[in-house]
């Protein structure tokens, strides 16, 4: 039989095989488009609340609040602000966490090391005095993962220290060969937090996270969370933006770092064009969430059966929207992710080269930390920026720049050479793009 043939029958067998698992995620995505849609007709949400506004934003007509006010209770909070000026998740994450963080106080990361981006956030990497949480006096701890890629829950249970103010727990996998974190987990953690010190503020990073089951971590006792809407909740059609959600206090202090103490949630214009698209993207969240949940299923099944580690393993219950595959080489790391582009509806005709990312530590920072600890840890803060961010490969072929929400993959170039696979408004695209992945590696 022709090659190309054959491995499309190789993937449509794998599809076959995931009757049952895929049947499971259209319940999901009713259960939770059921929930979306009840708050939307409370918030009674009109077309009138696409208007948006300009300036101040002070003459919007309610499409703001009403937005806000949907949020919340979809994902079971108090209060919600979900705007067009969270640059991105990082930018969301960072606002909740110094929402909640003053000097003296403690972060404590209880899933291990949290996402790249946040490194300099925390100060857990040198941000150069431009005012991670480390330059405000903030310390910062972490509880490592147990070997098993779950929460050390032995160590949770002793971890907090009476100035620990913040815990931070990471639903999503990030760069880490990692299990994610499902809610009733992340519930587990949160009374073990409580118990010890029930003034201990707690913050998820609830990335990739949404809607992947039918609760979300305010439900469960989350103080805040925040993420970012070109991934899960702008449903493949928000532009920008991201959001914090949880107790009403702590998301107006939030929003005062956002802009400004004062200013509260009230102020900030968003063109109409954009508003609509928050409603919309957020409507059809749920069925995006859910094709991508079918392509993370289907690129289990395949690469498994090609000899390659996943996580998470094959027909397991997932907890975010990410599906990572170890290729063991810079090379075949390369290859899926050119692959991944040429089919891809935007730039399919460009390769995606390694490159220099903001927010990520250097690859060659760390080969030469490793080799040369003392002498980088005295010339670090004399590097060129250029050096210091991380290789890091995107392919994102995606109507919005780094969506990924929409079908994209990446890795860090760095061992066990891990690709990180998310998205896609069809599984069916994931089926199309594994053949062509088959015949690149
Ligand atoms: C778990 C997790 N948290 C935070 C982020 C940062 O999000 P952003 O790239 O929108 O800043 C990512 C990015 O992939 C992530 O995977």
Not at 182 to 211: H, R, W
Request: proline residues 5%.
């Amino acid at each position: 039989m022709h090659e190309t043939k054959r491995i499309f029958y190789y993937v449509v067998k794998a599809v076959d095989s995931l009757y049952s698992e895929f049947r499971a995620v259209d319940n999901l995505v009713a259960c939770n488009t059921s929930r979306i849609l009840k708050a939307f007709q409370r918030a009674r949400v009109g077309s009138h609340h696409f208007g948006g506004s300009t300036g101040y934003g002070h003459d919007e007509a309610g499409g703001r609040e009403a937005l806000d006010q949907v949020f919340a209770e979809i994902v079971g909070a108090e209060s919600a602000i979900v705007r067009s000026q969270f640059f991105s998740g990082t930018h969301a994450i960072t606002c909740a966490l110094f929402a909640f963080l003053r000097p003296g106080d403690e972060l404590l990361a209880v899933a291990g090391a949290p996402y790249d981006t946040l490194e300099e956030v925390i100060g857990k990497r040198d941000s150069h005095g431009l005012g991670s949480l480390k330059d405000f006096g903030v310390e910062y701890r972490e509880v490592p993962l147990a070997e098993n890629g779950s929460l050390d829950w032995e160590a949770l249970k002793s971890a907090l220290r009476p100035h620990t103010k913040c815990a931070l727990i990471q639903r999503s996998c990030g760069y880490s060969w990692r299990r994610s974190l499902s809610v009733d987990e992340i519930g587990t953690a949160i009374k073990i937090i409580k118990m010890q010190n029930p003034n201990c503020l707690v913050m998820v990073d609830n990335c990739y996270g949404e809607f992947v089951e039918i609760v979300e971590p305010p439900m469960v006792g989350a103080d805040l969370i925040a993420g970012s809407l070109i991934k899960n909740p702008g449903g493949t059609i928000a532009p920008c933006g991201g959001y914090v959600a949880g107790r009403k206090h702590w998301v107006e202090a939030a929003a005062a770092r956002l802009s400004a103490p004062g200013l509260g949630t009230d102020c900030g214009s968003t063109s109409g064009d954009i508003m609509r698209a928050f409603f919309q993207g957020l409507f059809i969240s749920p069925q995006m969430v859910g094709e991508a949940i079918k392509g993370t299923l289907l690129i289990a099944e395949v690469m498994a059966s090609k000899g390659y580690k996943v996580q998470p393993l094959p027909r397991v219950p997932r907890h975010d929207t990410v599906q990572a595959v170890q290729l063991g080489s810079r090379k075949h790391l390369l290859a899926f992710c050119e692959a991944v582009q040429r089919s891809s509806p935007v730039g399919s005709f460009t390769k995606p080269i390694a490159g220099t990312t903001p927010g990520y530590a250097s690859e060659i920072l760390e080969l030469l930390y490793n080799s040369f600890r003392y002498f980088l840890v005295k010339m670090s803060s004399k590097m060129p920026h250029r050096l210091r961010m991380r290789i890091v490969i995107f392919a994102d072929g995606t109507f919005i720049d780094g969506s990924t929400s929409e079908l994209s993959c990446d890795g860090p170039l760095r061992e066990p050479f891990a690709v990180f696979c998310q998205g896609g408004t069809h599984w069916t695209q994931w089926g199309l793009v594994l053949g062509e992945v088959l015949k690149a590696i």
